[in-house]
């Protein structure tokens, strides 16, 4: 299919079901689909949306293209979640179909305001001449999941942005509404955070661009989120053209965060002693979306893939998935990411795995799994070695995970000898530094086409994608020296509806 314009904007009743359900049968059969994350029924995936908590249900919705693997129309797709873990697909929940938001449901978030979910996005309009703009929406979600657009935008573009103008987080602060909107200057073309507030939801203060950063950040700032972790002031976001001398980085875009001391909305000022710092060090994250529950604390979401970037699945009609759901703290004045505790309700059967594996000779920990399993393994410190995941010993296929935890301490990871192979020009390697002489401790999820890597209890953590064959199912371990490991795996049951 050729994506024209026309293609891409074509109203969604236009589609014949008839499509709509070959290219939804097309997904299911893939041997890539994953099963305990959340992913579309067809065509492109992108922004975990309105993640929230609210009428004692999780809620996430997932920006959402669904006749083909391109950014086109978009709408928002609902889920919930009695556990953060089994996720129900309710389906579709905001349709572009008013004059705010005929081109499309773009990013927002979710607060819940009396007994009802107040979601607030970015409205896309484009003129006859293709002129972009953008406008700032609410729409109500009640206690049976219906939702009811309002009818007029909270917030137009500002005199003093560009078009770009989008992805607001609706905040609540001592009884008075905030909302972070990221967006780029009119007149240096920055990126910026654009910081608005309201008593009543209906009349919109600028309060201007938050000033939380001394550094030039790019062109544009997309998906701005601030979160209270351990009581400290967190702000995540996707700064698009940052320069690499600032924080050095590989995918297209990073997505990061800063740690702050201070933050009053008011004054649009986020105080911070700490550096600029990458959210993960995988190759495909994006958008994150974090907020803080009810029981305080606050978990994240992301979007496992990236803009303007082709993948393997784009034959199938299908593209992307959203990540697991990790919980943040803070440690070392460094952000930590965990899966939630109740994934391993998931956990089936479970192999232990204790053993040595020595000098150079291939160790299978597993000889044939189903790629869809989670792997806890300890790896001493003063060792060197590579942990093989979705691999084909005779085929020379894998995702190579090599480690160091000796003076030298890093951990890399390399899809090149996967089997699609993509995004090649983005490099085929990450890496992190890790504390000299410690133990490894690795949690790992891999779900047919995914894999999320939790460094020691979340100090780092890779999220990515893989596109193996078939026959590329084996785990094992190679080390330079005789290694004692240590864990265990487990298969994992399917967790998405
Ligand atoms: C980020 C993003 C957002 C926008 C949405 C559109 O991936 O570009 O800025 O709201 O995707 O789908």
């Known amino acids: 299919m050729q994506w024209t314009r026309q293609l891409r904007y074509k109203p969604y009743q236009a589609w014949p079901t008839e499509y709509l359900e070959k290219i939804e049968k097309q997904a299911t059969a893939s041997t890539y689909y994953p099963q305990f994350h959340i992913a579309p029924n067809s065509g492109l995936l992108n922004d975990p949306n309105g993640f929230s908590y609210f009428n ?11 006749f083909g693997p391109v950014h086109g129309l978009k709408s928002w797709v609902h889920l919930i979640s009695a556990d953060l873990v089994n996720w129900k697909k309710l389906g579709p929940a905001l349709l572009p179909d008013s004059k705010y938001d005929a081109q499309g449901v773009y990013s927002g978030s979710a607060h819940q305001i009396g007994d009802q979910l107040f979601l607030m996005y970015t409205g896309n309009v484009r003129d006859q001449n293709w002129q972009r703009h953008p406008y700032q929406n609410g729409a109500w979600l009640d206690q049976n999941n219906k939702v009811t657009k309002l009818s007029l935008p909270l917030i137009s573009q500002p005199e003093q942005t560009t078009d770009h103008f ?42 201007g661009y938050l000033n939380f950063s001394a550094d030039d950040l790019g062109y544009m700032i997309e998906c701005p989120n601030l979160v209270t972790v351990d009581q400290q002031p967190v702000l995540i976001f996707c ?20 740690i702050g001391s201070q933050v009053d909305l008011d004054s649009a000022s986020f105080t911070s002693q700490s550096n600029l710092a990458l959210l993960d060090y995988g190759f495909d994250i994006y958008a ?18 990236l ?24 440690k070392n004045h460094r952000l930590y990411q965990q899966p939630v505790a109740n994934l391993k309700k998931l956990r089936q059967q479970e192999h232990q795995l204790t053993g040595q594996a020595s000098g150079q000779v291939e160790k299978t920990l597993a000889a044939k799994t189903t790629n869809q399993y989670e792997l806890k393994l300890e790896i001493p410190a003063d060792q060197q070695g590579t942990l093989w995941l979705f691999r084909d010993s005779e085929k020379a296929e894998g995702l ?15 899809r090149s000898q996967t089997g699609q192979p993509f995004a090649k020009d983005y490099g085929q390697t990450r890496q992190v530094a890790l504390n000299a002489n410690q133990p490894l401790h690795l949690d790992i999820f891999v779900d047919h086409s995914v894999c999320e890597v939790f460094v020691n209890q979340g100090e780092a953590v890779f999220s990515l994608r893989v596109f193996p064959s078939a026959s590329a199912n084996k785990i094992s371990l190679a080390g330079k020296q005789q290694i004692n490991y240590n864990g265990s795996w487990w298969n994992l049951a399917k967790s998405c509806f």
């Open 239 to 258: 700064p698009q053209g940052l320069e690499h001398e600032i924080l050095p980085y590989q995918n297209i875009y990073p997505n990061t965060y800063l």
């Open 400 to 414: 190579k995970i090599k480690f160091a935890t000796g003076k030298v301490a890093k951990i890399l990871i390399d």
């Open 166 to 207: 989008r992805d607001p987080q609706l905040i609540e602060k001592d009884g008075k509404y905030y909302v972070l909107i990221g967006a780029q200057d009119k007149k240096s073309l920055a990126g910026r955070i654009n910081v608005f507030t309201s008593d009543n939801l209906t009349a919109w203060k600028n309060l």
């Open 307 to 330: 803009p303007e970037i082709e993948y393997p699945t784009d034959a199938e009609n299908w593209a992307h998935c959203l990540s697991l759901v990790k919980r943040l703290t803070i």
């Open 288 to 305: 994150s979306q974090a907020f803080n529950a009810p029981d305080g604390q606050a978990y994240l979401i992301s979007w496992l893939g």
């Open 56 to 66: 004692g249900k999780w809620h996430v919705f997932y920006q959402a293209f669904p």
